[in-house]
């Protein structure tokens, strides 16, 4: 092999590993659970039987209900704190080097350890409600994370995931932004644009697709909430991914289980595919 031929499949040798650990890890397990959500029990053919079982659960309306309701509040929620967090670490400001890490620290925290953290604030004498009876604001304990207050389960599930992923997204805008040159951003300092003007005429298009790659990313693993929820609400609310768990741990019906599996998936490829299309990146902003 001659050396320029070398130095042409260097990057496909490269791409080797990251192959081999998708098919073993990511590709086998789909096909796996594809095989389970749509083989007969006996595995002597193919039925929608589970997918039937999955739709006639008493939970199945309100496990959907729940995962997209948090979705719809989550993403816009954690995006704008992002967005406010990435132009804190992009002002330069003094010590804006330590505002990074401190906004960094919840990826460090597990999800299930995340939700004991706020079911301890949540919780009827856990620390919101012992600053609130300390400062006379409430008389007596006030009951947040209860199956009649399902509102509250869900506020307290929201900003949970708010304060563990939303530096997932930070970390994305932050790289986005400094891939903007400079010069866009002095120009529009001579021209006189505000805050607001260069956020909404320079920034937000030239992020793009940075907001592309997170919100397909935080889409994602929205629709797989699970340890956090289940710490903070235990049974008070219930998700899709926490029914795919209930069905294979406690009724060990992995065929249903893999049903629900099989509509995440689904879900967060519908997600992905209008994001592909909605926030489409042109040519030249792929050049930049």
């Known amino acids: 092999m001659t050396p320029r031929r070398f ?31 749509f083989r007969s029990e006996d595995g002597s053919g193919w039925t929608l039987e589970h997918f039937q079982t999955m739709i006639g659960d008493v939970a199945f309306g309100p496990a959907l209900r729940t995962t997209l309701v948090l979705i719809v509040v ?50 009827e004498r856990g620390y919101l409600n012992s600053l609130l009876t300390t400062t006379g604001l409430l008389s007596r304990p006030f009951i947040f994370l209860s199956y009649q207050r399902l509102e509250w389960l869900l506020t307290a599930v929201v900003l949970a995931e708010v304060w ?31 805050l607001w003007q260069k956020i909404r005429r320079v920034i937000l298009p030239m992020l793009r697709p940075s907001l592309q790659v997170a919100l397909i990313l935080r889409t994602i693993l929205a629709f797989q909430v699970f340890a956090v929820a289940l710490a903070v609400a235990g049974r008070g609310i219930t998700l899709l991914a926490a029914e795919a768990y209930r069905w294979y741990n406690t ?38």
Do not use: C
């Open 251 to 288: 009724y060990r019906d992995p065929n249903v289980a893999a049903a629900f599996a099989v509509l995440i998936m689904t879900l967060s490829i519908a997600t992905t595919v209008f994001y592909l299309g909605t926030l489409r990146t042109r040519p030249e902003e792929m050049a930049l």
């Open 164 to 194: 563990r992923a939303t530096s997932i997204i930070m970390v994305i805008l932050v790289a986005g932004m400094q891939s903007i040159p400079h010069e866009f951003l002095e120009a529009a300092d001579v021209f006189g644009a505000t």
């Open 74 to 123: 989550l993403i816009p929620v954690q995006f704008v704190v992002a967005f406010s967090m990435a132009l804190v670490v992009q002002a330069k400001l003094k010590g804006s080097g330590l505002f990074l890490y401190i906004f960094a620290i919840p990826l460090a925290i597990s999800e299930l350890a995340a939700g004991i953290v706020w079911f301890a604030i949540f919780t």
């Open 7 to 37: 130095q042409q499949v260097i990057p496909y040798l490269l791409l080797i590993p990251s192959i081999v650990f998708l098919l073993i890890f990511f590709a086998y397990p789909m096909v796996e659970a594809f095989g389970l959500a």
